[in-house]
C-alpha cells in the first residue's frame, strides 16, 4: 500500500506560480509512476504529467501542462513536485496524486492505483 499526501495548493493570482508536493510512504520500494491529474466542479478527472521515481527520463505531460508545468522528483524518490507557471482562473481545480507500480506512464485515472485526498488550487483573475 501506498500512502500520498499532497500539499502547496491554494488561492493565486491570475499569471502567478504554485508548486504542489506529494509525499509518498509505504512501500514505495521497486518501480513506481507518479502522477498529477485535477478535477474542476462538474468536468472529468484530467491527466496532467507523470514521471518515474526511480527514472526520471520517463515521464508524459497532457495537453493542458504542456509548455506551463513542469513535473519533477528528488533524491528520495519518494516525492513528485508539480511546478505551475502563468496560471489562469481555467486551471482553478483539486488537484490530485497518482501513483502506479510500474515503469509505464497511464494517462486515465483508471491507470493508477493509489491517490491523495488532492489539494484546492483556486486562481483568481
Known amino acids: 500500500q501506498v500512502h500520498l499526501v499532497e500539499s502547496g495548493g491554494g488561492l493565486v493570482q491570475a499569471g502567478g506560480s504554485l508548486r504542489l508536493t506529494c509525499a509518498a510512504s509505504g512501500r514505495t520500494s521497486g518501480y513506481y509512476i507518479g502522477a498529477w491529474f485535477r478535477q474542476a466542479p462538474g468536468k472529468e478527472r484530467e491527466f496532467l504529467a507523470a514521471?518515474?521515481?526511480?527514472?526520471?527520463?520517463?515521464?508524459r505531460y497532457g495537453d493542458s501542462a504542456k509548455g506551463r508545468f513542469t513535473v519533477s522528483g528528488d533524491n528520495s524518490k519518494t516525492t513528485i513536485n508539480l511546478q505551475m507557471n502563468v496560471l489562469t482562473p481555467e486551471d482553478t481545480a483539486v488537484y490530485y496524486c497518482?501513483?502506479?507500480?510500474?515503469?509505464?506512464?497511464?494517462?486515465?485515472?483508471?491507470?493508477?492505483?493509489?491517490w491523495g485526498q488532492g489539494t484546492q488550487v483556486t486562481v483568481s483573475s
Open positions: 514521471m518515474s521515481w526511480s527514472d526520471p527520463s520517463i515521464y
Open positions: 497518482a501513483a502506479r507500480n510500474g515503469r509505464q506512464v497511464a494517462t486515465y485515472h483508471g491507470g493508477y492505483d493509489f
